[in-house]
Nanobody, 113 residues
Framework: QVQLVESGGGLVQPGGSLRLSCAAS????????MAWYRQAPGKQREFVAI???????NYADFVKGRFTISRDNAKNTVFLQMNNLKSEDTAVYYC???????WGQGTQVTVSS
């Protein structure tokens, strides 16, 4: 059974940083690229970043230069380092094995002064 557990969210001031983690189990991690998505209140879920098994990355334009996705294949974990956070980054952040319908419970990120 596939399980995805996101963590690391919280309340941070504008300009601050957070590091999100997503631990995957169920044998799926080593097969798929891993992505981060987010969903703000009243908005659709949107793509944030993705990383392939061998470290290739791609980002949404609105996070380029601020967010960095990485993965530890030995620990079945994907990370999202978020710097220079803005109020519009406030959302629930989810990880997702690329192209699948597996989702975790998400982790809330709130950027506010």
């Amino acid at each position: 059974q596939v399980q995805l557990v996101e963590s690391g969210g919280g309340l941070v001031q504008p300009g601050g940083s957070l590091r999100l983690s997503c631990a995957a189990s169920g044998g799926i991690f080593r097969t798929y690229a891993m992505a981060w998505y987010r969903q703000a209140p009243g908005k659709q879920r949107e793509f944030v970043a993705i990383i392939t098994w061998d470290g290739g990355t791609n980002y949404a334009d609105f996070v380029k230069g601020r967010f960095t996705i990485s993965r530890d294949n030995a620990k079945n974990t994907v990370f999202l380092q978020m710097n220079n956070l803005k109020s519009e980054d406030t959302a629930v952040y989810y990880c997702n094995p690329g192209g699948t319908t597996y989702w975790g419970q998400g982790t809330q990120v709130t950027v506010s002064s």
